[in-house]
């Protein structure tokens, strides 16, 4: 079955960098786009990044462009996240989210992950 | 890349049937037929119940539907059931300057 495991989360302080993997199970990786979307504590969903099949393009929101970088490895099933110079308003569970095939709409996501959580403090 | 409006919260009692609304622009919402709509339930992650703006995906009941006018979608959901009640957020396509997903801020949902 689909499996969306993030890992790489915890308590950083400000200005510091952590980065997120997203471990992908169940089906042909190199075949779908992924999201990183965001959620902090008790708000709601925020996207923050999507790369292509193949790696060849990536995007972001304009909170984290410059920041944050997106990238996969399809050898090993991999997602990833970089994210750099973080500020407390970066708080949040940060899921990983497959994209659903059916549609030609790059919003829609059928699989998620069950996030890993991110602490800007200090 | 502003975020899509939703209402804070709605209510209906069991067998009735209620309509969330996101209002976007015509650089999202109105410019695209890419509106999506999750349902996320306390503690869980979200399920994708809408795409395309009206399709449904597979295992999804027919109670909920999707529609769109001008810059705002709605989402609406008949005979309601106590175990409807979550949080539900709107999704769309952004093309304006560059590429964007944008989210609603969200609805809760109470099955009175």
């Not at chain 1, 708000?43 to 995007?59: C, H, P, T, V």
């Not at chain 1, 984290?64 to 970066?90: A, C, E, H, W």
């Not at chain 1, 989210?97 to 998620?112: K, Y």
Request: charged share 15%.
């Amino acid at each position: 079955q689909v499996q969306l495991v993030e890992s790489g989360g915890g308590v950083v302080q400000p200005g510091r960098s952590l980065r997120l993997s997203c471990a992908a199970s169940g089906f042909t990786f190199s075949n779908y786009g992924i999201h990183w979307v965001r959620q902090a504590p008790g708000k709601g969903l925020e996207w923050m990044a999507l790369i292509s099949f193949d790696g060849s393009n990536q995007y972001y929101a304009d909170s984290v462009k410059g920041r944050f970088t997106i990238s996969r490895d399809n050898s090993n099933n991999t997602l990833f996240l970089q994210m750099n110079n973080l500020r407390p308003d970066d708080t949040a569970v940060y899921y990983c989210a497959r994209e659903f095939r059916g549609s030609h709409a790059p919003n829609s996501c059928d699989f998620w992950g069950s996030g890993t959580m991110v602490t800007v403090s200090s | 890349q502003s975020a899509l409006t939703q209402p804070h919260s709605v209510s209906g009692s069991p067998g009735q049937s209620v309509t969330i609304s996101c209002t976007g622009t015509s650089s999202d919402i109105g410019g695209y037929h890419f509106v999506s709509w999750y349902r996320q339930c306390p503690g869980k992650t979200p399920q994708l119940i809408i795409y395309d703006v009206v399709k449904r995906p597979s295992g999804v009941p027919d109670r909920f539907s999707g529609s769109k006018s001008g810059n705002t979608a709605s989402l609406s959901i008949s005979g309601l059931q106590s175990d409807d009640e979550a949080d539900f957020y709107c999704s769309s396509y952004s093309g304006s300057d560059t590429f964007g997903v944008l989210f609603g801020g969200g609805t809760k949902l109470t099955v009175l």
